[in-house]
Nanobody, 119 residues
Framework: QVQLVESGGGLVQAGGSLRLSCEAS????????MGWFRQAPGQEREFVGR????????YYADSVKGRFTISRVNVKRTVYLQMNSLKPEDTAVYYC????????????WGQGTQVTVSS
């Protein structure tokens, strides 16, 4: 089992920045690729980005490319989502997730943290 706890959400004005953190406990952190998803009210959960177990591979949704950056520090068992140039449409609950290396599915999910961007 892997437990994931997100933090860092909050209220920010459009154009501002936030950094989300997700700390993992349980199994070996470097055994997992990590990802971020988000879900706005009334909408389906959508992919934001992912980072490989060693941090060398990073992929982003087109909607956040160039504005968001995912990073990880394995010795701290933590993955980050740096969000810059925030827009009102980025308002959502943001979820951290873990996928075992070589796996097909996202195996574990955090409880989510709310990000609200005011115009």
């Amino acid at each position: 089992q892997v437990q994931l706890v997100e933090s860092g959400g909050g209220l920010v004005q459009a154009g501002g920045s936030l950094r989300l953190s997700c700390e993992a406990s349980g199994r070996t952190f470097s055994d997992y690729a990590m990802g971020w998803f988000r879900q706005a009210p009334g909408q389906e959960r959508e992919f934001v980005g992912r980072i490989s177990w060693n941090g060398l591979g990073r992929y982003y949704a087109d909607s956040v490319k160039g504005r968001f950056t995912i990073s990880r520090v394995n010795v701290k068992r933590t993955v980050y989502l740096q969000m810059n140039s925030l827009k009102p449409e980025d308002t959502a609950v943001y979820y951290c997730t873990a996928q075992r290396v070589g796996g097909e599915f996202w195996d574990y999910w955090g409880q989510g943290t709310q990000v609200t961007v005011s115009s």
